[in-house]
C-alpha cells in the first residue's frame, strides 16, 4: 500500500514538475458548508470553527476529495492573480515536495523533509500559515488579517464567502503538506520501534542467555567496554572474567583418594559468544577460555580452563611437583545469581 501510495505522490510530482494546464474553474478542492455570501461576521466565526476542528489530516462537517499536489499547485497559481502574496508559493511547494519522492538516498529525503518542515507551518491560536517563497525564505499569511477582515463587511456578500474559502484552503493545504514528511517519518518511527525492541531484547539476551557475572566482573566489563559516541549501543558478544569462583570435582593424581571436591577460581579469562535465533537478537551456546587456580583445602594447582556453555567448565592444571590436575566446576553464578 506504501508503495502504491510513493507511486501515485510521484506521478503527480512528475506532471507537476512538467507544466501541466490548469483548468479555469474556479470550483474549490473542498466542499465547504457554508452560505454563498457571508458578513464578515459570519466568517470570522466559520473560520473560527474550521482552524479548531480540522485535524492534522482531516476536517469535520466537511464531505471533500482527497487534494493532489497537481489540483493544489493549480488551486494556488489561480489564486495568486487575486492575492499576489501566493505567486511564489506554489512552485516552492512543488519543489519542495518533489524533493522529498524523487530523492535518491535517505539522507536526501531527510533533508527536504527538513525544509519542509520548517516552511511549512499552522497555528489555530492566531489563525496564520507559513508557506515557502522561495529558496531559503517563507512567508506567514494572516488568514483573518489578510483575507476575511480585509475583505469582508459587516454586509453579506460573495466576495465574503470567496476570502473565507480561500482561507480555509491554505489552512488545509498546510495540513496536506505536512503529511507527506508525517508519511515517510512513520516508516522512521516504525523503524526506530522496531529496531528498539531489538536492540533491548538484544541486551537481556547478553544479560541472560550467556555467562552469569559477578559484582566484581560487572565493574571490570564497564570499565572495559566503551559505549558509542553517536545513537545507539549494541551489547557486546564477549565477557571479561575475573575472580570467579567454581565448584569442580577434580582428579589429584597425587592424592590417595583422587577424586575429591575443589575450590576452582578463574583468575583472568574471556567469554564469547554470536547472536542468531529471530532478528539475530538471541545469544547463542558461547566458549570461554580462563587462567584458573585449583584449591583442594591444602595444595593449589594451576592451568586453563574451557568454558563450554554457561553452566559447567573443564579443567586442566599443574600442581607442586608437576602433579595432575583434572576438574570439572559447576558455575555458582549460574545457580546462585
Keep these: 500500500m506504501k508503495l502504491f501510495f510513493r507511486s501515485v505522490i510521484m506521478l503527480l510530482i512528475t506532471i507537476t514538475s512538467n507544466g501541466y494546464a490548469c483548468s479555469s474553474s474556479s470550483t474549490p478542492l473542498l466542499k465547504l458548508n457554508v452560505p454563498a455570501s457571508l458578513t464578515k461576521e459570519q466568517a470570522t466565526q466559520q473560520l473560527d470553527q474550521w482552524l479548531l476542528s480540522l485535524s492534522a489530516k482531516h476536517a469535520t462537517n466537511t464531505s471533500k476529495p482527497e487534494p493532489t499536489l497537481e489540483l493544489i499547485n493549480c488551486y494556488l497559481t489561480e489564486k495568486s492573480v487575486s492575492s499576489p502574496k501566493l505567486s511564489t508559493v506554489a512552485p516552492a511547494l512543488d519543489n519542495i515536495a518533489s524533493l522529498i519522492v524523487n530523492a535518491q538516498?535517505?539522507?536526501?529525503?531527510?533533508?527536504?523533509?527538513?525544509?519542509?518542515?520548517?516552511?511549512?507551518?499552522?497555528?489555530a491560536g492566531s489563525g496564520f500559515v507559513q508557506f515557502p517563497n522561495g529558496a531559503d525564505s517563507t512567508i506567514e499569511i494572516d488568514l483573518y488579517q489578510d483575507f476575511v477582515n480585509s475583505i469582508c463587511t459587516d454586509s453579506s456578500s460573495s466576495a465574503c464567502s470567496e476570502a473565507f474559502s480561500l482561507a480555509a484552503h491554505l489552512w488545509w493545504f498546510a495540513a496536506y503538506y505536512r503529511s507527506i514528511p508525517d508519511f515517510y517519518n512513520d516508516e522512521n518511527i516504525i523503524s526506530s520501534l522496531a529496531f528498539n525492541d531489538r536492540l533491548n531484547k538484544k541486551w537481556l539476551s547478553y544479560k541472560n542467555d550467556t555467562i552469569l557475572l559477578w559484582p566484581q566482573e560487572v565493574l571490570l566489563n564497564s570499565l572495559v567496554f566503551k559505549q558509542q559516541e553517536r545513537g545507539f549501543t549494541k551489547p557486546p558478544s564477549y565477557k571479561l572474567l575475573s575472580l570467579r569462583p567454581s565448584i569442580g570435582l577434580s582428579y589429584l593424581s597425587d592424592q590417595s583418594h583422587h577424586i575429591q571436591p575443589t575450590l576452582n577460581i578463574d583468575l583472568l579469562g574471556i567469554y564469547w559468544w554470536k547472536y542468531g535465533g529471530d532478528n539475530g537478537v538471541t545469544a547463542q551456546s558461547g566458549k570461554g577460555l580462563a587462567t584458573t587456580l585449583i584449591w583442594d583445602g591444602s595444595d593449589t594447582a594451576?592451568?586453563?580452563?574451557?568454558?563450554?556453555?554457561?553452566?559447567?567448565?573443564?579443567?586442566?592444571?599443574?600442581?607442586?611437583d608437576n602433579d595432575l590436575v583434572l576438574s570439572i566446576s559447576f558455575q555458582l553464578a549460574h545457580w546462585l545469581l
Design 302 to 320: 594451576f592451568g586453563l580452563t574451557y568454558h563450554h556453555n554457561p553452566k559447567w567448565s573443564a579443567t586442566i592444571a599443574h600442581g607442586k
Design 105 to 123: 538516498t535517505v539522507e536526501q529525503r531527510d533533508s527536504a523533509i527538513i525544509s519542509l518542515n520548517r516552511t511549512v507551518n499552522r497555528d
